[in-house]
């Protein structure tokens, strides 16, 4: 792209300064800016204005979950369902970890992250590990699809192939990287995180499907005949992945699509809880749910909204094709470093500006059905979001001891 068509792209979206820096540049920066000017989607900064449009709700109902009882009775037959269709290769893997784990403050991938206390215990491990369980009990390889960012993914990958992934058959592993989205000050404007460098971030954690089809990776997925993926969230380090259970039951019960879902422990606990909008399955967030939500109670007396999803789904591959073109935007508010009006690099203490993302919930919510499948909470959640308090590596440690892991 020449300057001059640079600065046609740049003043049809009102983002000139962009260029401010331009003159400072060698050639090689200029270049690159160019190109990532050229490459960039700048459509979407516009809707900032009006976001609180764009995620307009349905009407909300309860959605009954499968309940651990109902599972307990049934495990024997839906795990015999599920190892079969894994054996015959129709359920591949996908973790997400493209994330920047902004909240834990560190520039590392969050897989890299050690756990261990009197040896080396590393998120990734604590993850195949699970997964190795089912590969054990299948006696048959999981295609396992890791998706990596821009900004993690050559330490990614030199990290796990320097661990030999953790016993992982290699063959089985395929990375690939996420789109990534620009981020914008409040009022739009896109923010600079260098002189030559427009500041960009992953473009959010439902951003997994359209990159695996960019990248090529669907190919793959066809080529070995996957019909299925689980998505699934690094930070979960108890995550139970390709779980043969909830594919059996998913399958049992002709669905398309499977949540794994855990009992809150508070009314108004900080995760999505999986319900029905419109008639069709949708999350809400802890902070939609209103004080009637929290009041209604289901039959049986319990709450009505009582199961909160752990980023742990099963999708149908046929379904998952058919969704793509109509992804909603979700805006958020997030710490973005970047030059502040002296071209000095700021790295702010409190959200001054948007990232642009696509979320996996609103998968689930394209699909016709989804089955909420319950876990327990002490065997299957332990997410790692924060430092300290909840959801942090101290309570990951507490959880994985539990489980019976040494650290
Ligand atoms: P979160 O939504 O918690 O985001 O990720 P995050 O980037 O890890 O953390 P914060 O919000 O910045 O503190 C849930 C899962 O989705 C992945 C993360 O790696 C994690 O496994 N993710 C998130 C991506 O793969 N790409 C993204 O763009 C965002």
Known sequence: ??????????????????????????????????????????SALS????????????????????????????????????????????????????????????????????????????????????LLDVVRQADAWVHLFIMTSDKNHDTTVAFLKEKDFFGYNEEYVHFFIQEMALCSDFE????????????????????????????????????????????????????????????????????????????????????????????RPSIVEYYELT??????????????????AILNYIFRLKELEAIQASMPLHIVEKKIPCLDENGELLQPETPNGFKYETLVLDMVHQMPNCLPFEVEREREFAPIKNMTGVDSVETARILLEKNGVVL
Request: net charge negative.
């Open 1 to 42: 792209m020449t300057l001059e068509q640079a600065k046609n792209k740049l003043a049809k979206y009102g983002q000139e300064h962009v260029l401010k820096y331009y003159n400072e540049l060698s050639e090689a920066e200029k270049t690159s800016l160019l190109m990532q000017i050229q490459t960039a989607d700048m």
């Open 188 to 279: 739009g404007k896109i923010l600079l995180e260098e002189k030559g460098k427009m500041a960009d971030s992953p473009n959010g954690n439902g951003g997994w499907f359209i990159s695996m089809k960019n990248t090529g990776m669907l190919d793959v997925v066809h080529r070995e005949g996957i019909e299925w993926l689980n998505i699934f969230a690094v930070d979960n380090v108890l995550q139970r992945i390709a779980d043969p259970c909830l594919l059996g039951a998913t399958l049992q019960r002709n669905c398309v699509s499977g949540a794994k879902v855990v009992k809150k422990n508070a009314p108004r606990e900080g995760v999505g809880v999986l319900c029905l909008e419109d008639g």
């Open 291 to 308: 004080d009637e939500m929290v009041e209604a109670r289901d039959e049986n007396g319990e709450p009505a909204y009582n199961f909160g």
């Open 47 to 130: 809707s900032c204005k009006n976001k609180e449009e764009l995620n307009s709700r349905g009407v909300i109902t309860p959605l009954a979950a499968m309940q651990l009882e109902e599972i307990r009775a049934n495990q024997e037959q839906f795990t015999a369902i599920g190892l079969e269709a894994i054996r015959q290769g129709k359920m591949g893997a996908v973790m997400l970890a493209g994330g920047m784990g902004t909240r834990l403050g560190s520039d590392a991938p969050k897989g890299m992250y050690n756990l261990g206390i009197t040896g080396e215990l590393y998120i990734f491990e604590c993850q195949i590990k699970n």
